[in-house]
T-cell receptor, first 111, second 114 residues
C-alpha cells in the first residue's frame, strides 16, 4: 500500500515553539501532499512537494522530502493556537487517481 | 462562495434505511471524490469520478452507489445502512484527474447509524 504513516500520532507544544511532523511511505511517488484538518471540518491542502524537490516553503511551513528514505517532514515554525489541528500526509494510490492518507498527527498548541 | 458543499452535515438514521448525501462543487473541476473517515480519523478513498465517469471504486460494498448527474455534482446513495457505515463522509474535487493536483474538500457529512 502507498499509505503514508505520520509520526508522532500526537504532539503538544506551546505557542511560539516549532512543531515537526514526519511521514513515511512505502513505494515510489510522483509527489507528496500535506493537509490540515481542524476539528469537525474538511481537509485543507497545505503544500505539494514533487519527487524531484527536496524542500519547499509556504509561509511558516517548511516541508522536506527524502525519496531515498521514503520520508517527508512538515515543520511549522512559531506555532500559534490556531495551528491546533490534525495534519495528514498523502501520496498517490496505486491506481494513480486518488490519494492515500496516513492516520495523521494531532497537534495541540497551547497559549 | 463555498467551493465544495455537502448536504446534510449530520445524518442520523436507523439500520436498514436508505439515505443519500449530496455534493456540489463550484470550482469548475473535472474530478470528484468520496472519502470515508472512521472514528480514528483514518481517511479512505471510496470513489472517484472524472467528467461524470467512474474511474475508481475502491472495494466499496455495492450498497454504496455514487451518481454524477453532471461535472459539478457527485451524490452518494447508501442502501440498507449498517452500523459499520457510521463515519464522516467527505466529498472532494480536483482540477486534474490523478494525484498531481491538490484536492478541495467539503465540510463532511457525519453519518450515525443506530
Amino acid at each position: 500500500s502507498q499509505q503514508g504513516e505520520e509520526d508522532p500520532q500526537a504532539l503538544s507544544i506551546q505557542e511560539g515553539e516549532n512543531a515537526t511532523m514526519n511521514c513515511s511511505y512505502k513505494t515510489s511517488i510522483n509527489n507528496l501532499q500535506w493537509y490540515r484538518q481542524n476539528s469537525g471540518r474538511g481537509l485543507v491542502h497545505l503544500i505539494l512537494i514533487r519527487s524531484n524537490e527536496r524542500e519547499k516553503h509556504s509561509g511558516r511551513l517548511r516541508v522536506t522530502l527524502d525519496t531515498s528514505k521514503k520520508s517527508s517532514s512538515l515543520l511549522i515554525t512559531a506555532s500559534r493556537a490556531a495551528d491546533t489541528a490534525s495534519y495528514f500526509c498523502a501520496t498517490g494510490s496505486n491506481s494513480g487517481y486518488a490519494l492515500n492518507f496516513g492516520k495523521g498527527t494531532s497537534l495541540l498548541v497551547t497559549p | 462562495d463555498t467551493a465544495v458543499s455537502q448536504t446534510p452535515k449530520y445524518l442520523v438514521t436507523q439500520m436498514g434505511n436508505d439515505k443519500s448525501i449530496k455534493c456540489e462543487q463550484n470550482l469548475g473541476h473535472d474530478t470528484m471524490y468520496w472519502y470515508k473517515q472512521d472514528s480514528k480519523k483514518f481517511l479512505k478513498i471510496m470513489f472517484s469520478y472524472n467528467n461524470k465517469e467512474l474511474i475508481i471504486n475502491e472495494t466499496v460494498p455495492n450498497r454504496f452507489s455514487p451518481k454524477s448527474p453532471d461535472k459539478a455534482h457527485l451524490n452518494l446513495h447508501i442502501n440498507s445502512l449498517e452500523l459499520g457505515d457510521s463515519a464522516v463522509y467527505f466529498c472532494a474535487s480536483s482540477d486534474l484527474a490523478g494525484v498531481d493536483d491538490e484536492q478541495f474538500f467539503g465540510p463532511g457529512t457525519r453519518l450515525t447509524v443506530l
